[in-house]
């Protein structure tokens, strides 16, 4: 059963620590519980976003820069 | 030059409002510049006409030069007001605003670039016969050239990596000893860091307070407002400002302001300026540190105090008026403050907190204002910062502008939302703010202090 991770917060999705730097986790990549996927952006602050669960990225479901309501669907984990 | 006739708003918030209220009194047509996610904001709403410029990230929108110049054009803007944050500071945007035929609200483009780069601004300001925090003024690469600079200016001297930024590689020295064991260690660290070892010094002033003059000028003649205080600040983000300061001595203001009115000449300033100083206290020293080429949030204290409506003359200057004030006509009475009220929750760390306004209660009565975005049922969106509004008082006295303050803090009722509220009102009963006894390092302690009851 594929695990959904859900933003915390609205705000803008981030894939990198900085636009410089390489992408947190690609599809495909195998997770901990506690690793971290993704920046959500809220007015200016930048609040980390950990994987719940372990297992492997099958899909991210939202896109770098992307807007984000809380509650929805950024990444798919199996 | 074209006639000002019609203003394209390249920005949003608070400050779109404030420039749709300022143009609209001199009979100028509004176009609002509005991401997605604004299409339902207050400025919107107010505008003549609204611009969808884009996707909510600011980087795609607001801060978007082909974009907005397009939009502005198709628009038949005259002019482009930047207001501030975004592209107000620009340069680059400035040039491509007169590039494109229009008029930018504010200085020219290589204003900005003198006044906006740390290493010109401080050698135009010196030129100006400003003073500037003592220092190396430049790099160092020599660590007898280093100690001899030391020794002139004194300690505490923070030694900083001149090829760092945000705070690396600072050090500071409390005495010689320190300074001849820290300095290699800098240069070294620098090196390894930044692959450059250069260096430079500057004296550290302890207990500083924020002051910073407001000017205006046409481009020959520059003007100041008096000056504002903004020590109350947590995290470099101002909190509480107010003028005038509570501690200046009057000898010292005009001296000050002169410097303010120097350097703005100098530079041929054109529009809405300020001037930003470290001022100590105890030396009654000032020390330029930067100037910002724009208008600022917290200008509405400065019109309560002087009665000039800023925004309005910043527009007349863009549209080619000369500036119609003599500096003897600026007159100051009274002390205003005003606080910023943000979504964040002062109990959470000030974590932000975007959402629904459901129940807005604004307060009023004498010597108050609340310039703001919000309404009803507007919803506050995630992507921008957290100034929700700003509330303004004016009073006869520092302490009834701080009482006043009080009472309209108790009037204003934002349901739905954390904001800053709280904190403010236990600042306007704190012993130390009372007493105008601060300085830019004062709040965080404070905020420590207080946790407890700022959780209440």
């Known amino acids: 059963m594929p695990h959904e991770l859900l933003s915390p917060l609205p705000g803008t999705f981030y894939r990198r620590p900085a636009p410089d730097k390489p992408l947190y986790k690609n599809e495909g990549d195998e997770v901990a519980v506690g690793d971290v996927i993704g920046l959500i952006e809220v007015m200016k602050s930048f609040n980390e976003v950990k994987a719940e669960v372990a297992g492997k990225i099958v899909k991210f479901l939202a896109d770098n820069e992307e807007p984000v309501m809380a509650g929805q669907a950024l990444v798919e984990i199996a | 030059m074209k006639e000002l006739k019609s203003l394209f708003i390249a920005n949003r918030g608070e400050i779109a409002v404030r420039i749709i209220r300022a143009a609209r009194e001199l009979g100028i047509r509004t176009i609002q510049a509005h991401s997605v996610a604004d299409a339902d904001s207050l400025a919107v709403k107010m505008a003549d006409e609204a611009v969808n410029i884009g996707p909510p990230h600011a980087a795609k929108s607001y801060l978007n030069i082909p974009v907005i110049i397009e939009a502005a054009k198709k628009a038949g803007a005259d002019a482009i007001h930047p207001g501030y944050g975004f592209l107000a500071e620009n340069a680059g945007f400035a040039d491509a605003v007169v590039a494109a035929g229009m008029i930018f609200v504010g200085p020219s483009g290589d204003a900005i670039r003198t006044m906006g780069d740390k290493v010109s601004a401080r050698i135009a300001a010196e030129k100006a016969g400003v003073p500037v925090v003592p220092g190396s003024g430049g790099r160092i690469e020599d660590l007898t050239e280093a100690t001899q600079i030391a020794e002139r200016i004194g300690f505490p001297i923070m030694i900083k990596a001149a090829a760092g930024g945000g705070g690396r590689g600072i050090r500071i020295a409390n005495t010689a000893e320190e300074f001849a064991q820290f300095l290699p260690q800098a240069q070294g660290e620098a090196q390894a860091a930044f692959g450059d070892g250069g260096l430079y010094i500057e004296k550290v002033i302890t207990k500083a307070r924020h002051i910073e003059v407001q000017v205006l000028g046409d481009g020959e003649r520059a003007i100041h407002c008096f000056e504002r205080e903004c020590s109350l600040q947590r995290r470099r983000q101002k909190l509480w400002e107010e003028a005038p300061s509570p501690v200046l001595p009057d000898k010292v203001r005009r001296k000050l302001c002169a410097s303010a009115v120097a350097l703005a000449e100098a530079v041929h300033y054109k529009g809405a300026g ?82 629904l306004v459901k129940g807005l209660r604004v307060p009023g009565g004498p010597g108050t204002r609340f310039d703001t975005m919000l309404y009803d049922g507007y919803q506050v969106p995630p992507f921008y910062d957290s100034l929700l509004g700003k509330l303004i008082v004016w009073d006869e006295t520092r302490e009834r502008a701080i009482d006043r303050m009080k009472r309209a803090l108790g009037e204003l009722e934002i349901g739905g939302l954390k904001t800053t509220k709280p904190l403010h009102l236990l600042l306007a009963d704190d012993a130390a703010v009372r007493q105008g006894q601060f300085h830019t390092r004062w709040l965080e302690p404070w905020l420590e202090a207080n946790a407890a009851k700022l959780a209440e």
């Open chain 2, 274 to 355: 300020t001037i930003e100083y470290l001022y100590d206290d105890e030396s009654h020293d000032f020390y330029f540190i930067e100037m910002n080429t724009r208008i600022q949030v917290e200008h509405p204290v400065t019109e309560f105090i002087t009665g000039l409506d800023l925004v309005r003359e910043m527009i007349l200057i863009a549209g080619g008026a000369r500036l119609k004030h003599r500096q003897d006509d600026i007159k100051r009475s009274g002390h205003a403050i005003e606080v910023r009220i943000n979504a964040e929750d002062p109990a959470r760390n000030f974590m932000p907190f975007p959402g």
